[in-house]
């Protein structure tokens, strides 16, 4: 068994042949969420924390349902109604999780290298839903079981990421993942939100949008993270969208075959313009929702313990 891992921190260093079995793993997780009844107990006994220190929508419901496919005990910790407003350290959160015996803990946090500093003080499993600006690890593997679905090998296929690269932990994930599975990976945005680093990840980068989509297969779109951002990095969102966003007109005038993908939350009309977002001939957004779910559940499964390591 080639993953031999007790957490998943990131994307960066794990290996292609890793990637494999975890997207394996879902495939066959996919044809279980596809039964009459789909769940399975491969988890029954164990007990899942899901800590998020920050909003979400997508990760946090898929992880959930992950969980409870597996028939996994789950419980939900959010910022909002926790001793973390009492002023709690996330050091003692994570010391009192430890001694309530919990197997595996799911968090997201705005402070990039927080799954790391878990894994100091929690003996069980951690994974990543997201720290800061860094990593997004099963949002990069969602999106890799998507387009390995459409395109079967994604070796040399052309995926330019669109947007605030800077900000954005999706990006790197995806950077990483797809590179190591032998993807060209391009970055498209304004100069001021593409990262000092993307010198050393030795990738095309467009900063026109039309040259980009001329030379891709598939645009990963990203939100403006305007949450994140300390400073104006463009004049205005009407103008990003007039240079940056990926409308009707701009695929229509390159007209070739092209997969539009986005992690959400989308801003419609400012990065991706709404009707294509909902087109399939074009978006396969709500098949990433899709895809989250299983790769979350062999995620769980892989770190579980319930396989030979
Ligand atoms: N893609 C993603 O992480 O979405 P959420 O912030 O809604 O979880």
């Not at 079995?21 to 769940?39: C, G, N």
């Not at 028939?71 to 009192?96: M, P, Y």
């Not at 999780?97 to 968090?107: F, L, Q």
């Not at 399939?280 to 769980?300: H, K, P």
Request: charged letters at 25%; proline letters at 4%; glycine letters at 6%.
């Amino acid at each position: 068994m080639v993953f031999k891992r007790n957490h998943l921190l990131g994307l960066e260093g794990v290996s292609a042949e890793e990637i494999n079995v975890i997207l394996d793993t879902a495939e066959s997780f996919k044809e279980v969420l596809e039964r009459p009844i789909p769940k399975v107990p491969t988890l029954r006994g164990k007990t899942v924390v899901n800590l998020f220190y920050e909003a979400s929508t997508r990760t946090r419901i898929s992880f959930e349902l992950a969980e409870k496919r597996l028939s996994a005990d789950t419980i939900n910790f959010s910022v909002s109604n926790s001793s973390v407003k009492k002023g709690e350290s996330l050091r003692d959160t994570a010391q009192n999780i430890e001694a309530m015996k919990v197997d595996m803990v799911v968090i997201r946090h705005s402070a990039a290298g927080a799954p790391h500093f878990l894994t100091h003080w929690i003996k069980g499993s951690v994974i990543n839903a997201g720290d800061g600006c860094h990593e997004h690890p099963t949002q990069a593997l969602l999106d890799m079981m998507t387009l390995r679905e459409i395109y079967k090998d994604l070796e040399n296929l052309r995926v330019v990421i669109v947007g605030d690269i800077l900000h954005s932990r999706v990006a790197r994930s995806n950077i990483f993942g797809l590179t190591t599975i032998g993807a060209e990976v391009a970055l498209c945005g304004p100069s001021p939100l593409i990262p000092i680093e993307a010198e050393k990840w030795n990738l095309k980068i467009f900063y026109n949008i039309d040259q980009a989509i001329a030379w891709a297969d598939v645009l990963m779109v990203l939100r403006i993270q305007l949450e994140r951002q300390t400073q104006n990095y463009f004049p205005s969102l009407r103008e990003y969208h007039n240079y940056f966003g990926i409308t009707r007109e701009r695929l229509e005038k390159i007209g070739k075959k092209i997969t539009i993908m986005h992690p959400g939350p989308i801003n419609r009309g400012i990065e991706l313009d709404s009707d294509l977002a909902d087109d399939s001939e074009f978006s396969v957004i709500l098949n990433q929702v899709t895809n989250g779910v299983a790769v979350r559940m062999a995620i769980l499964y892989l770190l579980s313990g319930e396989i030979e390591k």
